[in-house]
């Protein structure tokens, strides 16, 4: 038995918390954007972030937060640039030149995985799509008395202490700004008229929206991270009319996505006599797809989806 606990440790409990944070970061401002009916603004980020995570590697050589943050951070700048110049100049509306721009931006950052040697750092087309949750392990773990080790904590997978960092700072932005976020998801002109400064707030939500990206870009990979911006707030919508709860409800649909993903992408093939695993990254996601189908087949308040959510 204490051998099972220190396998499970040392193979399976940062990946699984890894899938956990990240998750969960996601779909904290992903309850705002779905509410704001701009819940793809998370596939786009996704998009657009991998050109400017694979530039900085390109520049700096490494791939610390610092670099990644300013590398997506830039190709963001760019991409509001092109769909300027695109909606200018080609006269289509916002979402055909948005659509245009994220899919090339995607599109040339996948091109540039392919010509560049940057495999050896893992960042290639499979971990963008799907990242390297099975390889996060904590080999300097002996068992359950690790997680009071200084020693050993100091050789954490980095995403994790990274990932955790930022679900706290996203948990803050929520908790100070609820009240205003309420407001302008809401009622965007009753906030304005009461001073609320909705175009800042809307600007710092995807900020917050960006910086969960990025940082479980690397972990995860985009598909997880388009799916919790979007499964577990849409699934939380529809088993409750109140925002709080419905927060609530997304934070938990995200953990039990995490975990049952990352146990059936490990064990389910095993179940079914076949000696492979499958990805963490797709399972988690796909297991986020059936909560939201039974959401929408179960859920009570599956007959009003499309009406707002109350205060």
């Known amino acids: 038995m204490t051998a099972l606990g220190a396998e499970f ?32 603004i998370g596939d786009a980020i996704s998009h657009v972030v991998l050109p400017g995570i694979v530039a900085a590697f390109l520049v700096t050589g490494t791939i610390t937060a610092v670099p990644m943050m300013l590398g997506a951070g830039a190709a963001a700048i760019v991409a509001v640039v092109m769909i300027e ?8 509306e916002p979402g055909a030149a948005m659509g245009l721009v994220f899919t090339t931006l995607f599109a040339a ?8 040697d940057t495999s050896s750092v893992h960042i290639d087309v499979q971990h963008a799509l799907l990242g390297n949750l099975e390889s996060l392990i904590w ?21 994790l202490p990274r990932l955790a960092l930022v679900l706290v700072g996203i948990g803050l932005f929520i908790v100070l700004f609820w009240k205003e976020l309420k407001i302008s998801t809401f009622d965007a002109a009753f906030a304005g008229a009461i001073g609320i400064r909705t175009g800042l707030l809307s ?6 929206t960006a910086i969960a990206a990025v940082a479980a870009f690397d972990a995860v990979g985009s598909i ?16 409750t009319n109140q925002l ?17 993903g990352y146990v059936f992408a490990g064990y389910g093939p095993g ?19 059936i909560i939201m189908l039974l959401a929408c087949l179960f859920g009570p308040q599956r007959k009003r989806v499309g009406q707002q959510a109350e205060a």
């Open 109 to 116: 950052g996948v091109l540039f995985l392919e010509i560049t």
């Open 9 to 40: 440790v040392q193979l399976s409990l940062t990946p699984t918390l890894i899938g956990i944070l990240a998750a969960v970061a996601c779909a904290l401002p992903g309850n705002f954007l779905l509410l704001r009916r701009q819940a793809l």
């Open 203 to 208: 600007f710092a939500l995807v900020v917050a």
């Open 85 to 92: 110049i695109v909606k200018r100049l080609g006269r289509v």
């Open 244 to 260: 709080g709860r419905q927060v609530g409800w997304s934070v938990v649909f995200a953990t039990i996505s995490a975990i049952l």
């Open 224 to 239: 997880i991270v388009i799916a919790m911006f979007v499964c577990p707030p849409a699934s939380a919508r529809l088993m």
């Open 271 to 289: 179940w079914f006599g076949s000696p492979y695993a499958v990805s963490a990254a797709g399972m988690i996601a796909t297991i986020s797809g």
């Open 139 to 159: 080999f300097d773990a002996e068992g359950w008395q690790s997680l009071v080790d200084p020693a050993a904590l100091a050789t954490l997978p980095p995403q």
